[in-house]
Nanobody, 124 residues
Framework: QVQLVESGGGLVQAGASLRLSCAASGQTFTTYTMGWFRQAPGKEREFVASITWGGGTTYYTDSVKGRFAISRDKAKNTVYLQMNSLKPEDTAVYYC?????????????????WGQGTQVTVSS
């Protein structure tokens, strides 16, 4: 079992920055990839970014490339999502997820453990 707790969400104006954190506990040694997803009101949950725990290889959805950066701190078992130049369309609940099988994925089904989510609201 891996437990994930997100933090760092909030209400900001367009153009501002936020940094989300995801603290992992439990059997974290089983984790291969960590990911961030988001779900806007009335929309399906979508992939945002991921990072391989060992090598630190990153992947991003096109809409956040150049604005968001995912990173991890192995010593703290924590993953971060630095979000810059935020737009109103970034408004969503952001979820952290852990993949416990080799390889990476951009699909919800590719991640086994999920946090409760943190709200990010960007006003225009």
């Amino acid at each position: 079992q891996v437990q994930l707790v997100e933090s760092g969400g909030g209400l900001v104006q367009a153009g501002a920055s936020l940094r989300l954190s995801c603290a992992a506990s439990g059997q974290t040694f089983t984790t291969y990839t960590m990911g961030w997803f988001r779900q806007a009101p009335g929309k399906e949950r979508e992939f945002v970014a991921s990072i391989t725990w060992g090598g630190g290889t990153t992947y991003y959805t096109d809409s956040v490339k150049g604005r968001f950066a995912i990173s991890r701190d192995k010593a703290k078992n924590t993953v971060y999502l630095q979000m810059n130049s935020l737009k109103p369309e970034d408004t969503a609940v952001y979820y952290c997820a852990a993949r416990v099988v080799p390889g990476t994925s951009t699909q919800i089904s590719g991640f086994r453990y999920w946090g409760q989510g943190t709200q990010v609201t960007v006003s225009s």
